[in-house]
């Protein structure tokens, strides 16, 4: 089925390990974004990318790098785990930039100890 | 300023009653309102949305009302199901800024 695929679903990090959550479509969107979702706060955005080769900080992206080297792909970047990252991260795309029509993934849930 | 606030945060009603989540903002560049849907184990899904230029739209057993003048807008589930058990996401886009902000969340258990 067509959709936004992440891998892994659950990782634990100890403290200053670090790692790479994967995030790839098969939609042809444009549009890519990486949230982190915390409880009773909503989804953050961390970082977003309007095509290949183009990346912007959101919200909260210290921490965090990413690369967009395709359009299909759009890896999230933990240089350094700290327990404040404890979270769930959603990858989400778009065809246009409007607000319309998110299509997130199922999320990994991390946990740094 | 670049915020929705949503209540309640969490929701129990009876199957067969309405389920009514309640979102506000302040910033009136806002000009987009989707409501997302979330259950356990997966990201959410969009649910409906409405422009600001309409006072309400209705899908099937979900219906948004907006309110421009006091910047509210709200959820109503009719006919409440237990599979509508799920968070629900107001969230509102700044075109200007472009930005999709989202509010807490509504956790909604609908009981048998």
């Known amino acids: 089925n067509a959709g936004v695929t992440q891998t892994p679903k659950f990782r634990i990090l100890k403290i200053g390990q670090s790692m790479t959550l994967q995030c790839a479509q098969d939609?042809?969107?444009?549009?890519m974004y990486w949230y982190r979702q915390d409880p009773g706060m909503g989804l953050k955005l961390i970082y977003y990318?309007?095509?290949?080769?183009?990346?912007d900080k959101g919200e909260v992206p210290n921490g965090y790098n990413v690369s967009r080297s395709t359009t299909e792909d759009f890896p999230l970047r933990l240089e350094l785990a700290a327990p404040s990252q404890t979270s769930v991260y959603f990858c989400?795309?778009?065809?246009?930039?409007?607000?319309?029509?998110?299509?997130f993934g199922s999320g990994t849930r991390l946990t740094v100890v | 300023q670049q915020q929705v606030k949503q209540s309640p945060q969490s929701l129990i009603v009876q199957k067969g009653g309405i389920s009514i989540i309640n979102c506000a903002y302040e910033n009136t560049a806002f000009d987009y309102f989707p409501w997302y849907q979330q259950f356990p184990g997966k990201g959410p899904a969009l649910l409906i949305a409405i422009r600001p230029d309409v006072s309400e739209k209705k899908e099937g057993r979900f219906t948004i009302s907006f309110n421009k003048s006091a910047k509210q807008f709200s959820l109503h589930i009719m006919d409440s199901q237990p599979g509508d058990s799920a968070t629900y996401f107001c969230?509102?886009?700044?075109?200007?800024?472009?930005?999709?902000?989202f509010g807490q969340g509504t956790r909604l258990t609908i009981n048998p």
């Open positions: 939609m042809n969107h444009n549009y």
């Open positions: 989400a795309s778009s065809y246009d930039f409007g607000g319309t029509g998110y299509t």
């Open positions: 969230a509102a886009w700044n075109q200007g800024a472009q930005k999709l902000v």
């Open positions: 990318s309007v095509g290949a080769g183009i990346t």
